[in-house]
C-alpha cells in the first residue's frame, strides 16, 4: 500500500523515528492510505486475540484451548508499533496543518481507543514517553492513562468540524464525521462506566455529559463502527484466515476442535428458553442422544425413553478434580468434538444448519467495533446510576435486547416472548438450571443491574470478548467455571485456573526495556502476574474450587421437547426410543 508507515524497531517502545519507508513520498498528502493500514491493522489484531484469547475469557465461544493464556508479543508489538507508531507520525507531519483537523482528531479518538484497550489488558503502560528514543522508557499508571484518554476524547468530538474534510476513504465510517463523534462518546462513556471504582468523580462528570447529549451516541445499528474485510486474497477476516482458509478439516480438529459453544452460556441459553442458541451456533452434526423420564397425557405411566438433542455446548475442560470424587471425565464414553457439539457456522468441514443471518467465520464477514446494541445497555447502566437520560433504564435494556436480536436475524417477536420470561423481564427473578457439575446456577434475580450486565455479556458474542473480560472483571457479575485443566501450574492452584486479571508484560519488552517494565510492575503493586487486580477491577476473593460440592446435575437438557411422550412423539423427525415405562 503507497504511504504505509512500516516501522521497523528493536523495541516496542522506543525509535519510532526509524521508519522503513521513503520519507519524501511520506511528506506527499497521505495520510488516507496510512489511517486504512492502521485500521486493519488494529482489526486483524482484534480478531487474532479473540479466537486465541477473549473468546476463551468470554464464556460463549470456546476456541478449545483447554487452558486460560494470558498473550504474547504480538498484541503489544502491533499496538505499539504497527498502530501508535504511525499514529504518532501522522500527528507530527499533519497535526499543525488546518486542513486535517478532523483527520488529527479521527486519529486521536483512534489513538485512545488503542490506549484503553492496553491499559484494560495490562495495567501501567508505556504512555506519556512511548515513542521517546531514551534508553529507558518508563509506564504511567492506569489512573493518568484513563484520565488522559477521557480529557483526549471530548476534545477530539468537540474538534470535529462536520462542513470540513470528510476523509471519504475512511474504512470504519465512510468519512461520516458525525458517526465518529458518535463512536468518540461511545468509549467515552465505556471507558467512564469501566474506571467508576478507581476514579469515581471523573466517571461521573463523563458519564454524565455524555448522557447529557445522547443524539451524539449512536442511535442504531446504521452507527457501527465497522470495518469490512474482502474476498480477495490478504483482505480476509483474521478468523476466516485461522479457521478455515490456513488450516485443513483435520488440523482443525486437533488444534481446535473448533470453535465450539461453551456449556456456561449453553445453559443460559436452555434456562431462559433463548433463541439464540440457534443465531449463535451450528446444531450438531451427529446430535448425541439423551436418557429422560417423562409423563403421559394419555395414561398415569412415567417413560423412561432416550432421545437426540440438536445442541450441545463443551465443558472447560473434560477432566474433573480429584476432590469431586466423580470419576475421571465429565462425559462418559466417546465424543467428537467437532460433530457432537455446536459449533460456529462456516467451518469448512461441517454444514451450516444455523439460522444465524452473519457467519462469523465468512471472509469478508465485518468486524464491529462497536454495536448500538451494546450503548443501549451501556445507557441503562448509567441511568440506573443516576446520570440522566431521555428513556428510563428498562427502556434501554430493552432496546438492548431488541437491538441484539435483530441484528443476529431473530424476530421482533422472539424478543418479545423472550423479554416477557421470569429473569428477563424488568424487576422478576428468574429460575435458572445449575451448571453440568453443578456448582454453579444460571438463577437471576429481580436486581436489574444484574440483568442488564447479563444481557450486555449475551450481547459480547462474537467480536465483543475483549468487552465482555473487562465487564466481569469490574463486576464479577458472573460467576464463571474454572478450567480444570490449566496445563501449567497457575498461581494459586496447580489443578485448576480461573480467569486472568490481566496479562504480563511480554518476555520481548522485559529485554529491552527493563527498567520501565520494573516501573511498571512497581505500579501494579509490585506483581506482574496474572492474578494482579487492575485498579478498574472489582476486588474479589479466588473460589477453592478444590473444596466446592460437585455432582453431575444433567438437568439442563432434560424435557428438551416437553415433559410428555406425547410432545416428543410431536417433534418432526425425532428419534426415540421407549426404554421402560413404571
Not at 488522559?148 to 474504512?171: F, Y
Not at 449512536?218 to 482458509?245: C, E, K, M, R, W
Amino acid at each position: 500500500m503507497a504511504g504505509v508507515l512500516l516501522i521497523c524497531l528493536s523495541s516496542c517502545t522506543k525509535n519510532f523515528d526509524k521508519l522503513n519507508t521513503n520519507p519524501n513520498t511520506f511528506l506527499s498528502p497521505d495520510f488516507d492510505p496510512v489511517m486504512s493500514y492502521v485500521f486493519k491493522q488494529t482489526t486483524d489484531q482484534m480478531e487474532n486475540d479473540n479466537w486465541g484469547y477473549f473468546w476463551e475469557y468470554g464464556h460463549i465461544i470456546d476456541p478449545y484451548a483447554e487452558r486460560y493464556l494470558t498473550g504474547d508479543n504480538s498484541r503489544w508489538n502491533t499496538y505499539y508499533i504497527n498502530v501508535l507508531g504511525n499514529l504518532r507520525q501522522l500527528k507530527k507531519l499533519y497535526g499543525t496543518n488546518p486542513g486535517f483537523t478532523n483527520r488529527m482528531a479521527i486519529a486521536q479518538i483512534w489513538e485512545c481507543y488503542i490506549y484503553y484497550q492496553l491499559v484494560a489488558t495490562y495495567g501501567p503502560v508505556p504512555y506519556s514517553q512511548a515513542g521517546a528514543t531514551t534508553p529507558v522508557i518508563l509506564y504511567d499508571d492506569e489512573n493518568t492513562i484513563y484520565t488522559a484518554l477521557l480529557t483526549k476524547l471530548k476534545a477530539s468530538s468537540t474538534a470535529i468540524v462536520l462542513t470540513g474534510d470528510d476523509m471519504t476513504t475512511d474504512l470504519i465510517f465512510g468519512g461520516n464525521l458525525t458517526k465518529w463523534q458518535k463512536f468518540a462518546n461511545t468509549l467515552r462513556l465505556k471507558i467512564a462506566l469501566n474506571v467508576q471504582k478507581n476514579l469515581p468523580s471523573l466517571a461521573a462528570s463523563n458519564i454524565q455529559d455524555v448522557m447529557s447529549n445522547e443524539a451524539l451516541l449512536p442511535q442504531s445499528d446504521a452507527d457501527d463502527a465497522i470495518f469490512t474485510y474482502g474476498t480477495a486474497s490478504g483482505s480476509q477476516s483474521a478468523y476466516f484466515n485461522h479457521y478455515v482458509l490456513n488450516e485443513s478439516a483435520a488440523n482443525a480438529v486437533k488444534q481446535s476442535g473448533g470453535p465450539i459453544m461453551s456449556d456456561y452460556a449453553f445453559t443460559y441459553f436452555r434456562s431462559y428458553n433463548d433463541p439464540r442458541l440457534g443465531a449463535y451456533f451450528n446444531l450438531a452434526q451427529v446430535p448425541i442422544a439423551i436418557k429422560d423420564t417423562l409423563t403421559s397425557t394419555a395414561d398415569a405411566f412415567h417413560y423412561i425413553v432416550t432421545y437426540t438433542i440438536p445442541h450441545l455446548g463443551t465443558p472447560k475442560s473434560l477432566s474433573v478434580l480429584a476432590q469431586w470424587n466423580l470419576g475421571t471425565q465429565i462425559f462418559q464414553g466417546s465424543l467428537n468434538y467437532i460433530t457432537n457439539f455446536s459449533t460456529l457456522p462456516g467451518l469448512t468441514q461441517l454444514p451450516v444448519t444455523t439460522n444465524s443471518g452473519i457467519n462469523l467465520l465468512a471472509a469478508n464477514r465485518p468486524f464491529y467495533h462497536s454495536t448500538y446494541a451494546d450503548v443501549c445497555f451501556m445507557k441503562a447502566e448509567a441511568n440506573m446510576l443516576g446520570f440522566g437520560g431521555t428513556q428510563s433504564a428498562q427502556a434501554y435494556y430493552t432496546a438492548g435486547i431488541n437491538a441484539n436480536f435483530a441484528f443476529w436475524g431473530l424476530t421482533a417477536a422472539q424478543a418479545t416472548a423472550y423479554e416477557a420470561q421470569n429473569g428477563i423481564a424488568w424487576s422478576t427473578a428468574g429460575h435458572g438450571f445449575n451448571y453440568p457439575l453443578g456448582f454453579i446456577n444460571t438463577s437471576i434475580p429481580a436486581d436489574n443491574m444484574t440483568k442488564i450486565w447479563i444481557q450486555q455479556w449475551m450481547n459480547s458474542y462474537g467480536d465483543g470478548a475483549f468487552d465482555a473480560w473487562c465487564l466481569q472483571r469490574r463486576t464479577q457479575n458472573l460467576i464463571l467455571p474454572p478450567h480444570t485443566n490449566p496445563g501449567a501450574p497457575n498461581l494459586l492452584q496447580s489443578t485448576y485456573a480461573d480467569l486472568p486479571d490481566r496479562w504480563n508484560y511480554p518476555v520481548a519488552e522485559t529485554s529491552v526495556n527493563p527498567v520501565g517494565v520494573a516501573d511498571g510492575t512497581k505500579k501494579l503493586g509490585g506483581s506482574d502476574y496474572p492474578t494482579t487486580v487492575l485498579q478498574f477491577a472489582k476486588a474479589y476473593t479466588h473460589t477453592n474450587w478444590a473444596t466446592v460440592v460437585a455432582f453431575y446435575d444433567d438437568s439442563y437438557i432434560q424435557k428438551w421437547y416437553g415433559t410428555t411422550i406425547q410432545q416428543v412423539q410431536a417433534v418432526p423427525n425425532i428419534k426415540y426410543t421407549v426404554l421402560s415405562q413404571y
